[in-house]
């Protein structure tokens, strides 16, 4: 398989399990707001056109729909697809979701007036790549916005989660932010695609649900960042 094939059987085989633990009843009310909360203030005001890139089980694009937003989600482990689209499903106006890769989406120039993503940048082949694709999409003084943290800053090895199978040392190769020691790695890339206006956001709010409801298994308790920057 190529480096992009094993990421996706990673999450395929990942995606119900995932999914089970977004749609947690316990939390998934304060989640949901406090996540309309960050990307309502990220994003340009709704009705706008926003592609969601890297969409897995499509719970930004639903926050986004729900929102107001036009929204596209796309993503390329079907896994993952197959858990967005039965949400998608559900609402009146919900999002569309397509099989489309992150990297280089298929979509004609200034379509969108945002591009966001969560807990895509570290798993992301070509991150400069990406980022500059996502730029020729968005209208001019729109917005790419970006949600991770730095998961793995000891290294995949060292990780609770078993990415032995799937993330093995040609996928690793390939993704530079897999193992960032700082958010400001996050932000030069940003930045080096030119963006402008480039600033990394402390979710606190998110910090606080994980403090007060527990975070994913194998998962630390950490602080999560918004980076936002302007077309």
């Known amino acids: 398989m190529s480096t992009q094939e094993r990421i996706n059987a990673y999450w395929t085989g990942r995606a119900p399990d995932y999914d089970a633990y977004q749609q947690r009843p316990d939390r998934f009310d304060a989640d949901q707001r406090a996540w309309a ?5 990220a994003l340009p005001a709704a009705p706008s056109d926003v ?6 089980t499509g719970q930004v694009a639903m926050v986004l729909a729900g929102l107001g937003h036009r929204v596209t989600g796309i993503d390329l482990a079907e896994g993952m697809l197959a858990e967005a689209r039965r949400h998608a499903a559900t609402v009146a106006d919900g999002p569309t979701i397509r099989y489309g890769d992150a990297v280089r989406p298929d979509f004609p120039p ?3 007036d945002a591009v966001t993503s969560r807990y895509l940048m570290w798993t992301l082949r070509e991150p400069k790549t990406a980022v500059a694709n996502w730029m020729r999409l968005v209208r001019p003084g729109g917005i ?3 949600v991770d943290s730095t998961w793995f800053p000891d290294g995949l ?4 989660e078993n990415f032995t199978d799937h993330y093995d040392a040609d996928v690793r190769a390939a993704l530079p932010l897999a193992t960032a020691t700082s958010i400001d790695q996050t932000v030069a890339i940003l930045e080096a695609a030119g963006l402008t206006q480039v600033t990394a956001t402390a979710l606190t709010s998110i910090y606080e649900l994980d403090r007060q409801y527990g975070v994913a298994p194998n998962h630390e ?3 999560q960042y918004l980076v936002t920057g302007r077309v």
Do not use: P
């Open 37 to 41: 909360r960050i990307w309502a203030e």
């Open 51 to 56: 592609l969601d890139v890297g969409t897995g």
């Open 144 to 146: 790419v916005a970006v």
């Open 221 to 223: 308790h950490q602080m």
């Open 157 to 160: 090895d060292n990780a609770s």
């Open 110 to 112: 200034a379509s969108f």
